[in-house]
Each structure stands twice: as structure tokens, then as C-alpha cells.
């Protein structure tokens, strides 16, 4: 390889280094193994092992063949008699490593190749790395992104600085949301994963985390962990359940949430386009907190049945579907919130079973919820 070619191509590495924030370490590692692999083939029978010197300091690139010295030659590929060996220098014994320095015949041209590829695919495999610390970091986190690209089943969402590709499958989005492209869109970042062509990053607008995170960013006093959130279920596009606690007594943890005038739930149902959220008072009693988890239904009682984590809800008449709601979303939702199963009966039905019902649950007010 000519000195010119050799100093060109170091001065390219220095710049790339200084460009990219690539060591020319990284470059030249690879570099000399690529082109050992390339010259083998192009001299495959001749030259046995290569060994390929780069000094960047004085811009040289140089190769030689080594072979092993023997008496009798058996593998000319990669031995050389002692006598042959002797004829270049004296001091060569049996086993001693030979090398020959040699000029491949028209390898600039392969070399620039080679480099070319080389250098291509360490800055795509260290762009991707880059990008893999930077994401592996924002797994369940909220990120606003581009829609850039929208196919038969799957949105792709531009994330950062454009680098790194967002995948949003079928089921992660929201039946009903319409997804336009160029839109901002705010996304939960699922999964981060490499991928053949790079950090592949699996994004949400239907997981329950988008929810809990846009209270995150919304609520001061859930950031600061005051108020917390204890427990959430979610049917995207419809509704949420959401129960929190304060862990300051002096802190209303409903009117946290939902702001003045309405303005940060608001702005929250606004960012979901129209999703109900029920916003309840978590309670460490079951029963308590089941009654207030089929918001936006009156509970007159709650009664634990037999077996584990099992109760009956009793509500008035004219209430049984609205507790129930729609396709039994309401009191779904309030199963998986509570994680107990509930079978909601009215009062009527109640009264034919034997149950009592006089006592009024009077924690069934509806504190934060949206009808």
C-alpha cells in the first residue's frame, strides 16, 4: 500500500476520530482484521499467515508473511525450510517465526474497499450503541415523538435527536386514536432492544404506564412522591382507574390530581383524547376500597364472601348499570384495580338472597371521578 494512500487514509481516520468521538483504535482493530481476511484471499496458497504492522504516527501500513522454519517443508503455505530461510538471516532455527515483508499486488484499490466498509460499519455499530446506553436508560418512560411512518398494522415514531426509530404494534395503540404523520405524539417506551440495524424501541399508547407517567409530569406532588399512585387498570381509548394516597395528611391527594378548576386531569384526558379516568382514594381496607373503585356508582355495601379475596357489592337499583357498566367495563376494571373478584348485585337481588343492606357504605362518594 503506497505511503500516500497509508497517510491519507490516517489523516481520514484522525478527522472521523475527532467527527464522531471515535477512537481510531476502534477503526484500526477491525481494519487489520478485514484486511488479513482480504489479502488471504488474494493469495490464498502463497503467502501463509499475514501480519499487517499500521504505525499511525508515521502513516505506514505494511504487510508480511510468516512462516514457521523447518527442516523439510511439507506445508509451503506456511513453512519455509531452514536453509531458505538462512539465505535472508543467518540467526533463523528450526521453529523460529520467518517474515517476509511484501507489497500486495493491487491492494490499494481492495484496501480502500475494505476500509470503506470497515469504517461504514463501526460508525453504524457505534452510533447504535451510543444509542442503546442512551435508551436503555428511558425504558418506562414517557418520550414525545414524530410519527414518520405508518404501514398496514404498525406506527413508527422518530424519538431523540432522530436516531432511533420507535415501533408502535397494534396492540399499543389506542382503538380509535387516528395517527396522523408528522404528528407529536407522546409515547410509553416499553422495551429497548438491539436489533440488526440497531436499538430497537417498542413504544405505547395503550399501556397503563403512559397513564401513571403523564400524572407523573402533570402532578408536582406525585413527582415529589407526596401523593402517590397506589393501583391502576385501563381499557385505552374508554377508561381508567386510578387510586392514589397522600402521604401528607395535610395534602388532598384528589384535588392534586385533578387541579384547579379541573385543569390537570383535564389536561391529561385531553393528551388520551377523551379517556374517562376515575380518580380514587386508595384505602389498606379491601371492602373500603372496593366500594370506591366502582366509581361512579353508589355503593350501599360491601360483603366478603366466602372463598379468598371475594366480596359483594350491593348498589341501588336504579345504579346496577352504571356499576356495572357498559360490557361490564366498569366493574372490570375495579376487579383488576382492587385484584379481588367482585360480583355486584342491586339492592333488590340482595335483599332476595338474604343480604343485609342497611348500612350505607359512606365512603362511596364520588371523589374525582368522570361520569
Known amino acids: 500500500m503506497?505511503?500516500?494512500?497509508?497517510?491519507?487514509?490516517?489523516?481520514?481516520?484522525?478527522?472521523?476520530?475527532?467527527?464522531?468521538?471515535?477512537?481510531?483504535?476502534?477503526?484500526?482493530?477491525?481494519?487489520?482484521?478485514?484486511?488479513?481476511?482480504?489479502?488471504?484471499?488474494?493469495?490464498?496458497?502463497?503467502?501463509?499467515?499475514?501480519?499487517?504492522?499500521?504505525?499511525?504516527?508515521?502513516?505506514?501500513?505494511?504487510?508480511?508473511?510468516?512462516?514457521?522454519?523447518?527442516?523439510?517443508?511439507?506445508?509451503?503455505?506456511?513453512?519455509?525450510?531452514?536453509?531458505?530461510?538462512?539465505?535472508?538471516?543467518?540467526?533463523?532455527?528450526?521453529?523460529?517465526?520467518?517474515?517476509?515483508?511484501?507489497?500486495?499486488?493491487?491492494?490499494?484499490?481492495?484496501?480502500?474497499q475494505t476500509a470503506k466498509q470497515v469504517i461504514l460499519q463501526k460508525i453504524h455499530e457505534t452510533e447504535r450503541d451510543a444509542a442503546m446506553s442512551e435508551f436503555s436508560n428511558k425504558e418506562g418512560e414517557l418520550m414525545v415523538g414524530v410519527i414518520r411512518k405508518i404501514d398496514a398494522k404498525n406506527v413508527y415514531v422518530e424519538l431523540g435527536k432522530g436516531q432511533i426509530e420507535g415501533l408502535m404494534l397494534p396492540s399499543d395503540q389506542v382503538p380509535g386514536e387516528k395517527y396522523n404523520l408528522n404528528d407529536k405524539i407522546k409515547v410509553f417506551v416499553k422495551r429497548v432492544k438491539s436489533g440488526f440495524r440497531g436499538a430497537q424501541v417498542l413504544v405505547s399508547r395503550s399501556a397503563t404506564g403512559l397513564v401513571r407517567k403523564l400524572f407523573e409530569e402533570e402532578v408536582p406532588e406525585i413527582k415529589q412522591g407526596t401523593v402517590v399512585i397506589k393501583e391502576l387498570s385501563r381499557e385505552a381509548g374508554a377508561r381508567t382507574k386510578m387510586a392514589i394516597y397522600s402521604e401528607d395528611p395535610r395534602v388532598?391527594?384528589?384535588?392534586?390530581?385533578?387541579?384547579?378548576?379541573?385543569?390537570?386531569v383535564n389536561a391529561i384526558v385531553e393528551e388520551l383524547r377523551g379517556e374517562k379516568i376515575d380518580i380514587i382514594p386508595w384505602s389498606e381496607n379491601p371492602l373500603e376500597f372496593i366500594a370506591k373503585a366502582l366509581s361512579p356508582a353508589q355503593v350501599i355495601s360491601v360483603t366478603q364472601l366466602d372463598g379468598e379475596k371475594t366480596a359483594m357489592a350491593v348498589v341501588p337499583d336504579d345504579k346496577l348499570s352504571l356499576a356495572i357498566g357498559k360490557d361490564g367495563q366498569n366493574a372490570r376494571l375495579a376487579v383488576r384495580l382492587t385484584g379481588w373478584k367482585i360480583d355486584v348485585k342491586s339492592k333488590t337481588a340482595a335483599e332476595k338472597l338474604g343480604i343485609g343492606v342497611d348500612v350505607a357504605d359512606e365512603n362511596a362518594e364520588e371523589d374525582g371521578e368522570q361520569e
Open 2 to 112: 503506497s505511503n500516500k494512500y497509508s497517510k491519507d487514509f490516517f489523516a481520514a481516520l484522525e478527522a472521523l476520530e475527532k467527527e464522531k468521538g471515535i477512537p481510531q483504535s476502534v477503526f484500526l482493530e477491525a481494519l487489520e482484521n478485514a484486511l488479513i481476511s482480504a489479502c488471504k484471499k488474494q493469495y490464498s496458497g502463497t503467502v501463509g499467515t499475514v501480519d499487517i504492522r499500521m504505525n499511525p504516527e508515521k502513516g505506514t501500513i505494511d504487510f508480511y508473511s510468516v512462516k514457521t522454519v523447518v527442516e523439510e517443508v511439507v506445508d509451503r503455505e506456511n513453512e519455509i525450510s531452514l536453509a531458505d530461510a538462512r539465505t535472508h538471516k543467518k540467526s533463523y532455527k528450526l521453529g523460529d517465526r520467518y517474515t517476509e515483508k511484501f507489497v500486495p499486488e493491487d491492494f490499494s484499490r481492495i484496501a480502500a
Open 252 to 264: 388532598d391527594a384528589i384535588g392534586a390530581c385533578v387541579g384547579n378548576k379541573g385543569a390537570r
